[in-house]
């Protein structure tokens, strides 16, 4: 079966770059994402609850090596890492759907930019189906 993807608006490339990188698992670099931090949230929900908290001090302590620019992204890492934590796997899901449905809403572009590097590190906490073992009949 065929599946299309209608939308009134064009694609963005970070859309197109999110859209890649969620059904395939290949690491498109998103705008906001660190490399290093990526990683380490695709182990981190992969892992047994002992081992995200160890994850969680590791991603600290890459933080720490950060330049300035990528500091509000490592902070935005260890938040979804803490609240994984706290609320369960769930929490990403969640989490993707509010922002997207802010991102619908009348917000300022600058508030907008936010959302998407959100947005795009929530991906990073998202196992691709190729990963989950689903086959797919219709790529």
Do not use: W
Not at 29 to 44: N, R, T
């Amino acid at each position: 079966m065929l599946r299309t993807y209608r939308r009134t608006a064009g694609f963005t490339t970070d859309e197109l770059r999110r859209f890649v990188r969620e059904k395939t698992g290949i690491h498109l670099h998103l705008p906001g994402c660190v490399k290093e931090l990526d990683k380490l949230a695709a182990k981190f929900m992969k892992a047994d609850k002992e081992s995200k908290e160890a994850i969680l001090e590791e991603a600290k302590n890459i933080m720490k090596g950060l330049v300035e620019k990528d500091s509000v992204s490592g902070k935005i890492y260890k938040i979804i890492m803490e609240k994984v934590l706290e609320k369960g796997d769930e929490f990403t899901k969640m989490e993707n759907e509010r922002v997207k449905k802010l991102l619908n809403g009348k917000i300022s572009d600058e508030k907008k930019k936010e959302l998407g590097i959100r947005l795009n590190i929530l991906q990073s906490f998202k196992i691709p189906l190729k990963e989950k073992n689903i086959v797919r009949n219709d790529l």
